[in-house]
């Protein structure tokens, strides 16, 4: 079906596309969504971004839960531990916010780092204490700007509003939220420092469960999901964006299998449903799964590390 409004793919500019319609499924509120499929690069977007998406973010929405911090002696253990994570190969000691992605880019603890989209700041929390000193997480939709200990402030504010400049800028499972991704790879290009490194980890339109499954896809999450990069869309805006992509590691999950399975039985997302619907051993074999689809290339979403080249960034076309 060809598309009837404006199209501009975000990822590689084709104004060629396919859309298809999706409804919003994790809290069941229903309702039908337009997204488009890029000819070119195969990336997803949204076509229209509705006005106020606030329905669709209710109070308790997870990333904005409230941080849990921990307690003296568990801060002491959890700063052996990455320092032990940090220096040696061995996976025991892993921190249990899962590390892999951390240690890929090999932090020194005085990095100046930003999570942009960091909700409740529940990660740079963990980080802070595990031994890092100079952390920043934007999101708008923070209540307020707080310093919540010194070396950790979260800004309520979008990443384009600070002068601070940073030696790593992280994104982990924002970017998907995003009305304008690539103006934002440029944004996160002018706040780092030169040679400084970008981490975006999101969903991606590889995915096996995308083309098999469709809009039953748990991770297009219609309408959140403003746009889903594929790793050939999300490599050319880097590029033009000023960086250049070291490595895609893909990350999936069971949780591609169980949250598609769920809304093909016509569910909510809902956890608690897991184990009514799934058996261990199959949850089990999903997991197993999920590393096969890692190694081919196919699961549903990547990590996507990236370095601030030194060439100029091109112009926006
Ligand atoms: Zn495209």
Same mark, same amino acid.
């Given at each position: 079906m060809p598309i009837d409004l404006a199209y501009s793919c975000h990822?590689?500019?084709?104004?060629? !596309?396919?859309n298809f319609?999706? &409804?919003?499924?994790?809290? *069941?509120?229903? !309702?039908?969504?337009?997204?488009? &499929?890029?000819?070119?690069? *195969?990336?997803?977007?949204l076509l229209t971004v509705p006005q106020d998406l606030s329905p669709y973010y209710p109070s308790d929405y997870y990333s904005l839960g409230r941080l849990q911090p921990s307690g003296g002696l568990r801060n002491f253990l959890k700063k052996i531990r990455m320092r032990a994570f940090l220096a040696t190969e061995n996976s025991f000691f892993s921190p249990r916010f899962g590390g892999y992605?951390?240690?890929r880019l090999h932090p020194k603890f005085t990095d100046r780092i930003a999570d942009v989209g960091c909700g409740n700041g529940q990660l740079l929390y963990e980080l802070h204490v595990s031994g890092f000193k100079d952390l920043h997480g934007f999101d708008p939709y923070l209540p307020k700007t707080e310093q919540l200990a010194p070396?950790?402030?979260?800004?309520k504010q979008d990443l384009a509003e600070t002068d601070l400049k940073f030696d790593l800028v992280m994104l982990h499972h924002s970017?998907?939220?995003l009305a304008d991704p690539e103006g934002v790879l440029r944004i996160c290009h002018e706040r780092l420092n030169p040679g400084g490194r970008l981490l975006v980890r999101c969903p991606v339109a590889n995915a096996a469960v995308w083309k098999q499954k469709q809009a039953l896809w748990v991770q297009l999450d219609a309408p959140r999901h403003?746009?889903?990069?594929?790793?050939h869309g999300f490599v050319g805006a880097a590029k033009r964006s000023g960086f250049e992509v070291k490595e895609i590691l893909f990350d999936s999950t069971a949780f591609q299998f169980w949250g598609t399975a769920l809304y093909e039985r016509g569910e909510k997302l809902d956890r608690s449903k897991m184990d009514t619907h799934f058996s261990s051993k199959q949850l089990e074999a999903w997991e197993q799964q999920a590393i096969q689809?890692?190694?081919?290339?196919?699961?549903?979403?990547?990590?996507?590390?990236?370095?601030?080249?030194?060439?100029?960034?091109?112009?926006q076309a």
């Open positions: 990822y590689c500019h084709s104004t060629q !596309g396919t319609l999706a &409804t919003e499924r994790m809290l *069941g509120i229903g !309702g039908e969504f337009t997204y488009v &499929t890029c000819d070119a690069c *195969g990336s997803l977007q992605w951390l240690k070396g950790l402030k979260l800004w970017f998907e939220h403003l746009s889903i990069p594929s790793t689809y890692n190694l081919e290339g196919k699961g549903d979403q990547a990590c996507f590390f990236c370095v601030k080249a030194g060439g100029k960034v091109e112009d």
